[in-house]
């Protein structure tokens, strides 16, 4: 049904003459490795082929119209694809991964429409030293920062060093229902400055988690603060994000804890360190740390990748990633984005992962 709709939606745009308008591009990434995973489950190791390891598998359609005197029209359908089984990422969305219309003025910005990357995902991806891919990287510990919003009006404005951002989403997953104007809704604004090798950015995002039958007043804040320093060949990561939730409904995003007066707080460390060892070769590690309040779980994560590029679309990698677990934390190596709980370890349990993969960006 997917396909036939799809079918039907290119070729009326075709047969509008939207093409001779527009420069519309298609693009995508294939991304597929195999990976060894211990204590999956529990006492279990597994082999297994896994697909958008350092980069989610995609296709998509990006397009702009020049509307005259610096004003464009601009839209962007990105659909998930599974490369080692051929499916779609999601079987209730087509284009899954973004959906939005929007328009971008010379000077002062853009704003856009639809389902859209959150600012955390835009922050993960310039501070996260693995980018926040899915094999893997932050979003092991948090996958807010790998995290989409529908329903969404965004803005990104760039004013000389500075960048400014904000989102504001009436419902964050799934469609808005009448009477519930605030259940659901998610805000976020961040600012980044970078000039020469020096990055530094920082997002505050706030999301309202009550539903029909739940605590209304439950939600998750989130702030963050990080930075990058680039110097010769390498580059250096560090950051920081803090977390507050509050009410029954929250999700309890560290795990299935007793929360202490239906309110659970945690700060997330991370560093780390990109080196470009030749033209072809580029090394990166990285060290998450995760304390949680009153309680012990505090856990670890430690990730190293080595990627060789066999020219500008197509690469190799090999990634690597130990999770630690105190007795009452179950934090795996592998994003908890899309990902079963079969492949996360019981309490206390550490876990081993490594991935090696072929990636080609079209």
């Given at each position: 049904?997917?396909?036939?709709?799809?079918?039907?939606?290119v070729a009326a745009l075709a047969s509008t003459g939207a093409f001779a308008q527009t420069s519309v591009t298609m693009y995508g990434v294939a991304d597929v490795g195999v990976e060894y995973l211990s204590h999956a489950g529990g006492d279990h190791s597994t082999v297994r082929m896994s697909s958008g390891n350092l980069s989610g598998s995609r296709w998509g359609l990006r397009g702009t119209e020049d509307l005259g005197g610096g004003l464009k029209g601009i839209f962007t359908l990105e659909s998930g694809i599974n490369i080692d089984t051929g499916g779609s990422a999601d079987s209730s969305r087509m284009f899954n991964?973004?959906?939005?219309?929007?328009?971008?003025?010379?000077?002062?910005?853009?704003?856009?429409?639809?389902?859209?990357?959150t600012l955390l995902y835009d922050f993960?991806?310039?501070?996260?030293?693995?980018?926040?891919?899915?094999r893997y990287s932050i979003i092991g510990q948090d996958g807010a920062f790998a995290s989409r919003a529908d329903n969404a009006i965004k803005y990104v404005g760039t004013f000389g060093a500075f960048t400014v951002s904000g989102l504001y989403s009436f419902r964050f997953n799934g469609q808005e229902v009448p009477g519930q104007n605030n259940q659901g809704a998610e805000y976020s604004f961040g600012l980044n400055y970078a000039t020469g090798p020096l990055s530094v950015g920082a997002v505050y995002d706030q999301q309202r988690l009550g539903f029909a039958g739940g605590d209304s007043g439950s939600k998750i804040q989130r702030a963050t603060l990080a930075g990058t320093y680039a110097f010769g060949s390498a580059k250096v990561y560090g950051g920081w994000r803090w977390a507050n939730e509050t009410g029954v409904a929250a999700p309890n995003l560290t795990g299935n804890l007793a929360v202490p007066g239906n309110q659970l707080r945690s700060n997330l460390f991370w560093a780390g360190l990109g080196y470009q060892m030749t033209p072809a070769l580029s090394l990166t590690g990285a060290v998450y740390y995760q304390g949680v309040h009153e309680t012990s779980a505090d856990p670890w994560s430690l990730v190293a990748s080595a990627d060789y590029a066999l020219s500008?679309?197509?690469?190799?990698?090999?990634?690597?990633?130990?999770?630690?677990?105190?007795?009452?934390?179950?934090?795996?190596?592998?994003?908890?984005?899309?990902?079963?709980?079969?492949?996360?370890?019981?309490?206390?349990?550490?876990?081993?992962?490594?991935?090696?993969?072929?990636?080609?960006?079209?």
């Open positions: 049904m997917k396909i036939k709709m799809l079918t039907v939606a991964r973004q959906a939005f219309v929007g328009l971008q003025k010379d000077g002062f910005g853009t704003v856009t429409l639809g389902r859209q990357q993960g991806l310039n501070y996260d030293p693995m980018a926040i891919g899915t500008k679309r197509t690469d190799l990698y090999l990634n690597m990633a130990y999770a630690i677990n105190k007795k009452d934390k179950d934090r795996g190596v592998v994003s908890a984005v899309g990902v079963s709980n079969a492949d996360q370890p019981i309490n206390g349990q550490n876990q081993f992962g490594a991935v090696v993969g072929i990636r080609h960006k079209f």
